[in-house]
DNA sequence: GTGTTTGCAAATGCTTTGCATCCCT
DNA sequence: AGGGATGCAAAGCATTTGCAAACAC
């Protein structure tokens, strides 16, 4: 399987695009984070070691991965879209507390399998999904 | 069981807050939409009849909402908020297609019922979820 | 009467875009 | 060489906020 990288670099050429060095450590930046991000912390991440790399680049190619494939927007309702990167990783929901803002990942095969029992009988072909879970975390309930 | 409009006076009283003409207008307003609006839809609707309330009060409006139930957000991926009314509805899930922006709703108590079990096992209560599948329509297909 | 709400406009915050320059291929 | 990419600043949106006047209770 390729990886990450190869899918970037495949996607990039097929679209007659350029492999430049924003775009190679901004894919790299991304890819070390193991959460989802936002394109402002990410931004902030990168300027620490590269500070000519503006955020509108960060923004052009955060685009560019999500076409290939290899992010995938989330928005849990505080105003800005995240990313987490989703190649050969294995995919997950979530659950948010509403009291302190905790994010727990889950993974569940059945809820997937029903998603795609439901697809077939609208007659949709589904690439993605994004399951959220919102309430209080034990801690907040007390 | 309460009606909407009950639950909201409700839930002004409690919270000390006054029931305006305008909150009244917004409200039956919303209601009567059978779909996602946005606040920008539901502004413009309101206008038609009553020029003189402004968007901010929708906007604030719908927030009140919201705390009481009435209003689920949900946003897909056009950059507006999006809302739907609650209240003695049956809870649906969206299927978007990425290619015409067609959304159909469905429900599935099985997909739901997991749900509860992975809150439980996270420890936490769930009071909402949100689940949407992504893909591709019949029609974009072809 | 008094504290909340409203409409307006200005402000904010995230995201996109125009443009001259720069850089892959 | 040449078309795409970049950084910057300006522009665009949706949403929020400050404030004086208006209103509900």
New binding site residues.
């Given amino acids: 399987m390729k990886n990450e990288k190869e899918v970037f670099e495949e996607y ?1 050429s097929k679209k ?8 190679k450590i901004i894919l790299d930046t991304f890819l070390k984070e193991e959460w989802h991000i ?3 912390e990410l931004y902030k991440k990168i300027s620490q070691k590269n500070p ?6 960060v ?3 955060l ?1 560019l991965l999500m076409g290939c494939g290899l992010a995938q927007e989330r928005q849990f309702g505080d ?3 995240r990313y987490e990167h989703s190649h050969e990783h294995i995919h997950h929901d979530h659950i948010i507390c509403r009291g302190c803002g905790k994010i727990v990942e889950f993974k569940n095969d059945d809820i997937e399998k029903l998603q795609n029992e439901i697809a077939k009988k609208n007659r949709f072909k589904v690439y993605a999904h994004k399951l959220e879970l919102y309430g209080l975390c034990y801690d907040c309930i007390k």
């Fill in positions: 990039i007659n695009l350029k492999f430049t060095s924003q775009r936002s394109t402002e000519t790399i503006g955020i509108a680049t923004y052009r190619t685009k105003g800005q879209t």
